[in-house]
């Protein structure tokens, strides 16, 4: 029986200060060890693990079930115990990796039990399942016939490869956790109170005013730039819809059209530089190079990425005859608020260029923001601000569990030779073709996503599809980015697409429709990532000039020309006949960057000037109409005089 001694409110609010003094403490921890060394590699992942564990567990004993809570304060108290024995055990078990004592067992298993169950209590099932199908092949795969069979391991062997040898759990991705993601994730969260809302809002407004599709654009805007820090498609939802999406409901938006232009949005700002989200810190791990290396690579496909949505949008509101807004922006507020948005920003990437480490950038962009906050006149409350900073740390622990378990399934692909087997099925099914390879590779990147973290499954789909892509002759920058861009867009991709999930809670609009107009909208993303590997230009690498001004051109315009053609709107409406021609100039685009490819088919300027010139006819098309209509109506409006 759980007799805390308080009443349910009573109760409810100890609860709700444990977790945010815990929080408080992991954030103080961390910013801490970015200047003074608090321990070994070992001892800071142990520690973040620690407090990751207890904010996962700990919310539990409030409210719902006695029952429930019983069990919350179960694997608190476990999750607790297993830390600290293994915090004062590491000489020990690394001195044992794979023969391990009965007691070192026990708490290894008790570990693995306890980070899957801290993963489905904060992101769902998806994941956990993911993860337990891979424990039972390491454990029982010597009994599958075929090419997947391993050799028998020990229980005792499998448990310390898992946990507690100090692999598995305590592998690189929860260290880049606790060292590269955490103080990040901390200080996307400040930009709650830091009175960047208005800030943004009078940005969009700027940006969108001329434009029919102005409260749309606003949303892109000021989506892209919180997720420029955010790096995190459903904190960006929260952050920016819950004035982006009532503002475009306002304007006429239909709610699932509000809710697919801010999760589209916020979605794409996991790809935007200079944070990029967890996942970006994961691939420069995978490659060996610098964070700022992806952080740069990161930035043509990035603008190309909200080209498309932006066009889309566009497209889009003029499909539901959306006004053009009339409100102006505020100059003395962009002013106000800019340095709170531009002084931290730049403190971030002027540190990682001068190779500074991530999560020592972090902290003095959070000391900046803090600071930056008490100059304002009207700062924060100081409650305001420990409670922000306590909502990023339950974040960043929820990425921690999620890591930790992806460190079991890695472990697991490691040990058993799991990945090289797959990758050299992906190989066997491509036949050896790129283009089917990187197909299967995009197939299994969106199915991984489903319902997981980002982070979680680029993770996977580079332990394994990413290998063979490179095996294949495949640039490994480009091979790590092709599978990261489709883990980012399974957020708006159907059926389970968590961005478009948080944002329909907030529209209060169909989830499917928003999620299957997010996926339209969004479509850009799921054609860079050829770009990415088809075009050294997209990864900022000019092999030939020429080819390099070619792909300048043609890569814009296949995005747009291609939104164009889905959504049935360029200028106005288009006729059948334009359709036609925007959809050409789309195909001729994408002909331009494959047929350079094949040295025996030299036809990619033919299919480059075609699709300038068919787009071209369509937009001519389009102004020609529109003076004709506005001609007829002043002739109209004339002869009624």
Known sequence: ????????????????????????AMVAFHMINTQVLMGSTYELQNVHLFFALVLAFLPGLAGGSRVSRIVALVLLVAGIGGTLYVGFSIDHLQMVLGFPEPIDVAVGVVLILLVIEATRRSWGLPLPIVAMVFLAYFFFGHLVPGPLYHRAFS??????????????????????????????????????????D???????????RRLRSGPGQMSVVSSSLVGMITGASVANVAVTGAFT????????????????IEAT?????????????????LMAFFIGIPYVDVMLVGIVPAVLFYIGVLFSVHCASLSENIDAPTERADMRAIAKGAPSFLIPLGIIIVLLIRSYAPDVAAFWAIIAALALSMLRSDRPKLSDLLHCMAGGALIGAKIAVSLAVVGLIA??????GLGSKIAGLIELLSMGNIVLALLLTMIVAIILGCGVPPAAAYSLVAITAAPSLIRMGLDPLAAHFFAFYFAIMSAVTPPVAMGALAASALSRGSYMATSMKGFKLAISGFIIPFFIVFNPVARLQVEQLDLALGAIIAMPLSLIALSATLYGYLLTRLTRAERMLTGASALCAFGFMTFRQIAHLPLEWPMLVASVALFGTAVTRQVTERRSLARQGKSLSTSET
Request: glycine letters at 12%.
């Open 1 to 24: 029986m759980l007799n805390t001694g308080f009443s349910m409110s009573r109760r409810d609010r100890f609860v709700q200060w444990a977790v945010t003094a815990t929080a408080l």
């Open 411 to 416: 472990q697991t692909l490691i040990t058993t």
């Open 265 to 281: 949005a916020s979605t794409g700002g996991q790809i935007m530089p200079p944070v990029m989200g967890a996942a970006a810190f």
């Open 245 to 260: 999406i009532p503002y475009m409901k306002k304007r006429g938006y239909s709610p699932e059209l509000a809710g697919a």
């Open 155 to 196: 229980f005792d062997y499998v448990i310390s490869y898992l946990s507690v040898g100090l692999t598995g759990i305590y592998g690189q991705f929860l260290s880049i956790s606790a060292n590269q993601i955490y103080l990040f994730v901390v200080f996307g969260a400040l930009f709650g109170v830091l009175g960047i």
């Open 198 to 208: 208005a800030l943004l809002s009078e940005l969009g407004k700027l940006a969108g």
